[in-house]
């Protein structure tokens, strides 16, 4: 510990009373562990600091300074020796390494779930509460679980809805084995009731792949959130008063549905779920093309068809297997788009915001 004698250049009073302010702090904060090397280096009687500072101060100090330095020169030598008396009050590490441990520490923000994680796990969590659980299925599917066993014969102009990207080199595989990406969450109801026999109440979440040119409200890659109910007894009542009860949750009790009549291969009949619009309740304004109603998903009762292709695999397994007997069972299915409900919930006109990564967008939603 060799520093610099420091300079005095002017011996009135503030420069003083600054001076010795500084010196009274380096006493402070000079490491007392040792009190024999803290001692040696204030007050060493050829190289201490307190005799080279003295010496360097006075020699130059005109003489109607000397008393005023002689004095303070004193209370830093007592400053000095109650340091060595009492070590306990040997400064903090912190403050040794010139840390000052009052300012304000750095703020790292804390993450927040994706709008769009957010949105999904909201829509999961609103069938929870139902007694669903969640499954979950492989985004490479093959042929067999994302089209046929859905009622998607090969070479069917349904199909063509649904386009997405191939897996390379899967020519020479039976086409039920070609591998491609899913195109809907709906392969994971195949999967779950093969593996499993009725009753079923789940939800299946996942990203999903088509063939579609990005703009403002389509995405190559999605989000759904799929649901599947069977049981004894399920009835298309079922369906709407589930589906009425979530559109509720998700957008408020003062929200109505419609059903109106659509296709998919994999339900008979199906539906188009209508909600009454959220930003006009119902009027009609630019953002639900004047009609006062937007659409939001797709379902309808699970096609006895798609429960002939799960009996025929859990054949394979258990020849008497009759767990999805149509005559017996009975159940529904609905498929929502993440994306399109995150936007109307937040009123979010591009897509595209969901996948820029900007954080003054994502910020908005901590
Ligand atoms: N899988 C359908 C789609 O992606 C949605 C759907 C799911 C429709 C379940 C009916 C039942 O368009």
Same mark, same amino acid.
């Given at each position: 510990?060799?520093?610099?004698?420091?300079?005095?250049?002017?011996?009135?009073?503030?420069?003083?009373?600054?001076?010795?302010?500084?010196?009274?702090?380096?006493?402070?904060?000079?490491?007392? /562990?040792?009190?024999?090397?803290? *001692?040696?280096?204030?007050?060493?009687?050829?190289?201490?600091?307190?005799?080279?500072?003295?010496?360097?101060?006075? $020699?130059?100090?005109?003489?109607?300074?000397? $008393?005023?330095?002689?004095?303070?020169?004193?209370?830093?030598?007592?400053?000095?020796?109650?340091?060595?008396?009492?070590?306990?009050?040997? !400064?903090?590490?912190?403050?040794?390494?010139?840390?000052?441990?009052?300012?304000?520490?750095?703020?790292?923000? !804390?993450?927040?779930?994706?709008?769009?994680?957010?949105?999904?796990?909201?829509?999961?969590?609103?069938?929870?509460?139902?007694?669903?659980?969640?499954?979950?299925?492989?985004?490479?599917?093959?042929?067999?679980?994302?089209?046929?066993?859905?009622?998607?014969?090969?070479?069917?102009?349904?199909?063509? /809805?649904?386009?997405?990207?191939?897996?390379?080199?899967?020519?020479?595989?039976?086409?039920?084995?070609?591998?491609?990406?899913? /195109?809907?969450?709906?392969?994971?109801?195949? *999967?779950?009731?093969?593996?499993?026999?009725?009753?079923?109440?789940?939800?299946?979440?996942?990203?999903?792949?088509?063939?579609?040119?990005?703009?403002?409200?389509?995405? !190559?890659?999605?989000?759904?959130?799929?649901?599947?109910?069977?049981?004894?007894?399920?009835?298309?009542?079922?369906? $709407?008063?589930?589906?009425?009860?979530?559109?509720?949750?998700?957008?408020?009790?003062?929200?109505?549905?419609?059903?109106?009549?659509?296709?998919?291969?994999?339900?008979?009949?199906?539906?188009?779920?209508?909600?009454?619009?959220?930003?006009?309740?119902? $009027?009609?304004?630019?953002?639900?093309?004047?009609?006062?109603?937007?659409?939001?998903?797709?379902?309808?009762?699970?096609?006895?068809?798609?429960?002939?292709?799960?009996?025929?695999? *859990?054949?394979?397994?258990? !020849? @008497?297997?009759?767990?999805?007997?149509?005559?017996?069972?009975?159940?529904?299915?609905?498929?929502?788009?993440?994306? *399109?409900?995150?936007?109307?919930?937040?009123?979010? @006109?591009?897509?595209?915001?969901?996948?820029?990564?900007?954080?003054?967008?994502?910020?908005?939603?901590?």
């Amino acid at each position: 510990m060799n520093e610099a004698i420091p300079q005095l250049t002017s011996y009135d009073e503030p420069s003083l009373e600054a001076a010795f302010a500084t010196l009274s702090e380096e006493v402070r904060t000079t490491d007392a /562990t040792d009190p024999e090397a803290f *001692r040696l280096h204030w007050l060493g009687r050829k190289q201490g600091r307190l005799k080279l500072i003295s010496e360097a101060w006075l $020699k130059s100090a005109p003489a109607e300074a000397r $008393k005023p330095l002689g004095i303070r020169f004193n209370q830093l030598k007592q400053q000095i020796e109650q340091a060595l008396e009492s070590p306990v009050s040997a !400064p903090a590490k912190s403050e040794q390494q010139g840390i000052d441990i009052t300012l304000p520490g750095t703020v790292r923000a !804390p993450g927040i779930p994706h709008p769009l994680l957010k949105t999904m796990h909201e829509i999961v969590s609103v069938f929870h509460h139902l007694g669903y659980s969640t499954n979950l299925g492989p985004q490479v599917e093959s042929d067999f679980y994302n089209f046929e066993a859905l009622n998607f014969p090969p070479n069917h102009p349904a199909r063509d /809805t649904q386009d997405t990207l191939q897996i390379a080199a899967q020519h020479t595989r039976p086409s039920r084995d070609r591998l491609l990406m899913r /195109t809907h969450t709906s392969p994971v109801q195949i *999967r779950t009731m093969i593996a499993q026999a009725p009753p079923i109440r789940i939800v299946i979440p996942g990203k999903v792949h088509r063939n579609d040119a990005a703009d403002a409200t389509h995405s !190559p890659i999605f989000h759904q959130v799929e649901g599947l109910c069977v049981d004894t007894n399920i009835t298309f009542s079922d369906l $709407k008063g589930t589906l009425d009860h979530a559109m509720k949750a998700l957008f408020g009790s003062a929200v109505k549905t419609r059903f109106f009549p659509s296709f998919f291969p994999f339900t008979e009949p199906s539906a188009d779920v209508q909600i009454s619009c959220i930003f006009c309740g119902g $009027k009609g304004c630019r953002k639900c093309k004047h009609s006062g109603w937007i659409e939001l998903l797709g379902c309808g009762m699970v096609d006895p068809a798609v429960f002939a292709s799960v009996t025929e695999e *859990r054949r394979k397994l258990n !020849p @008497s297997d009759d767990a999805y007997n149509p005559e017996k069972i009975t159940g529904f299915a609905f498929g929502m788009g993440v994306e *399109r409900i995150a936007m109307i919930q937040h009123g979010i @006109s591009d897509i595209g915001h969901f996948y820029s990564g900007d954080v003054r967008f994502l910020e908005q939603f901590a």
